[in-house]
């Protein structure tokens, strides 16, 4: 089996099907600004030594001037790496001064020359450019490719190709891997996604994945998805009790199967974090760490709510039974959060997850049902897999409403419980009502009964509700 | 020394940057300009420049290694050498015994009021922009 490098960006390893194979071409492609100078020079010195060394040929795309002023804004630039473990060379004048052929001899004498374990050529798409025809490109890269599969070196070719322009050029065809960067607008913001098309002899993650630039340069978040072998599940029935009172006797009678998921659908303010937070908590309270998600409370909020039901918040995280992971909404991504999510609970060894709300989340698939409701569904797999109990929140927009839309994208199918909350109207106010709608693989009470929640002693199952009401009779139920 | 008749050697591969400092410099000093490390240690010997300027990313023989190799030999050993680079390697550009350090781009006023410096005040040694 080939020998694998790993390149020292954070996933990136991983959507390459375990590092990249040793020795090979790669050719990474994409529109100006997409990231792909970055991502060579974050990996050349990641892994450039003086015994290993890295050679960085950049032709007439971007001086190399610039092009250093720039890479040196990264944490992973180190100027004593500079003429040591990595050289910088710059043919641009070989080819503004020649018919094309002359940049391919310099190529080859710089790399005979400086014996690089890591080569960039940045751009190839500029020597493409400037040759005097498509003949004189075709030799020069089969030079190029004849020339280093004879070397130990692992080398990166740059070529700025939009879309599927890098498709039938003669470095896609000579490549063994082909990543592809893409800088794409979507509504306000914008999302960077990296693919890998193409890793010869071997398997890979395939699909677009999401990579962000910061200071410490890129980091990719694999696209989350069900392993390529199906899970093996053992039949599980140990119950988590959620420790409201009633539910563990009337609804759910044991408490919840262990590694089931389970969505709490409401109207707005009806009690979904109330409930969630005290499953949560309760487990905490039995030993069990949880990690809870949260969108619209930040710490502060949720602590103060925590306080006033008796949890010692503080103490909790202390023992790391609680992790609170606070995103705003706003512009997250969703493989982002998976990793965030995974990370908090093989930290503590959660056995518990809320996830408030599901809304919010769906956000980060930036309008793409099919996307989230993929995502929904194998995050629920991984947590069943780790026997992980979770609670998912969502709203429901249409208070009152005789129809009753769950999620609106398919993912309450996905679930194993679906726990409804309503508001109704009893004997002249209003009120909370909940009822189970389903519980996969286990028995539940079928009734609508009165929730209620006190501001001290939390919330707790009321009486059924005997009269006939609207609210749980409604005209349709939309998934 | 009426300035015309100083001589500043200048390692320089990057065509718009020599362009440039040929375009401030000029009508001040005699340049000498020349694109690799190895030229650069042939040619102070050969004409021994009043001022070197480097490069730290030079060809054959980087800027570091041409400094470390000038100041340690008596002979160049008192030839100014600034370097004027796009590499922010201050610490590096002292170790290897530079007298100054000035990151690329620069305006043209502080270019040059910064060569004269190390040739009319000696004593500014060791300042570094």
């Known amino acids: 089996m080939t020998e694998r490098i790993t390149l020292g960006v954070p996933n990136l390893d991983q959507i390459l099907g375990g590092g990249l194979p040793a020795y090979s071409l790669v050719l990474i492609s994409g529109n100006p600004g997409s990231g792909k100078t970055i991502l060579s020079n974050q990996i050349v010195y990641q892994l450039a030594t003086p015994e290993r060394r890295g050679l960085i040929i950049t032709t007439v795309s971007e001086p190399l001037s610039r092009l250093l002023r720039y890479t040196q804004e990264f944490k992973f630039f180190d100027p004593n790496k500079v003429g040591e473990s990595i050289i910088y060379e710059d043919i641009g004048p070989h080819l503004l001064g020649a018919n094309g052929e002359n940049a391919w001899d310099k190529i080859e004498e710089l790399i005979l020359k400086n014996q690089p374990a890591f080569l960039v050529i940045d751009s190839i798409r500029a020597i493409h450019d400037l040759s005097v025809s498509p003949a004189v490109t075709r030799r020069g890269f089969f030079r190029l490719a004849s020339l280093l599969s004879t070397l130990p070196c692992t080398a990166f070719l740059i070529g700025e190709y939009d879309g599927d322009e890098y498709a039938p050029t003669v470095e896609a065809s000579i490549a063994d891997v082909i990543l592809h960067l893409e800088y794409r607008p979507v509504g306000l913001g914008s999302r960077r996604i990296i693919k890998v098309l193409k890793v010869r002899g071997s398997d890979f993650l395939a699909g677009e994945h999401t990579f962000k630039i910061n200071s410490d340069g890129i980091t990719v978040f694999p696209r989350f998805t069900t392993p390529a072998k199906p899970l093996v599940y053992k039949p599980v029935t140990q119950r988590a009790l959620v420790g409201i009172p009633g539910f563990d006797d009337v609804l759910f009678p044991g408490g919840i199967l262990r590694g089931t998921t389970t969505l709490v659908a409401g109207d707005p303010g009806v009690g979904k974090t109330v409930t969630a937070l005290h499953f949560l908590l309760n487990g905490g309270r039995q030993g069990e760490a949880g990690v809870y998600v949260s969108f619209q409370e930040d710490p502060n909020q949720f602590a103060t709510i925590a306080n006033n039901f008796g949890y010692d918040l503080e103490k909790m995280i202390r023992d790391k039974q609680l992790i609170l992971l606070y995103n705003s909404p706003v512009e997250i991504d969703i493989d982002e959060m998976a990793l965030k999510i995974i990370a908090a609970i093989q930290n503590i060894q959660a056995k518990r997850l809320v996830v408030d709300s599901l809304s919010d989340l769906a956000s980060g698939a930036r309008g793409d049902p099919d996307r989230f409701y993929n995502f929904v569904y194998a995050f629920v797999q991984w947590l069943k897999d780790r026997t992980v109990t979770a609670m998912l929140t969502n709203e429901m927009g249409q208070l009152f409403a005789n129809e009753l839309t769950l999620t609106g994208r398919g993912v309450s199918h996905i679930a194993d419980n679906l726990l409804l909350l309503r508001y109704t109207e009893l004997e002249g106010e209003i009120r909370r009502a909940l009822t189970i709608l389903a519980c996969r693989g286990s028995d539940h009470s079928k009734k609508v009964y009165e929730y209620l929640i006190s501001e001290k002693e939390g919330p707790r199952l009321g009486s059924p509700l005997s009269s006939a009401f609207t609210l749980f009779r409604p005209t349709t139920i939309q998934e | ?129």
Not at chain 2, 58 to 73: A, H, I, R, T
Not at chain 2, 111 to 124: A, H, M, Q
């Open chain 2, 1 to 129: 020394m009426e300035e015309k008749n100083i001589s500043l050697l200048i390692g320089e591969r990057d065509p718009f940057f020599r362009r440039q400092l040929e375009r401030i410099l000029k009508s001040h000093f005699n340049l000498i300009f020349v694109e690799d490390g190895t030229e650069i240690l042939t040619k102070t010997k050969n004409i021994g420049p009043n001022l070197i300027i480097l490069e730290a990313l030079l060809p054959s023989v980087d800027g570091f290694k041409v400094c470390q190799q000038l100041k340690g030999d008596p002979e160049t050993k008192a030839i100014p050498v600034l370097f004027y680079t796009v590499l922010r390697a201050e610490a590096r550009v002292r170790q290897a015994g530079a007298d100054g350090f000035l990151l690329k781009p620069q305006p043209p006023e502080k270019l040059l009021s910064w060569v004269k410096n190390f040739l009319i005040k000696p004593e500014s040694k060791g300042e570094s922009k």
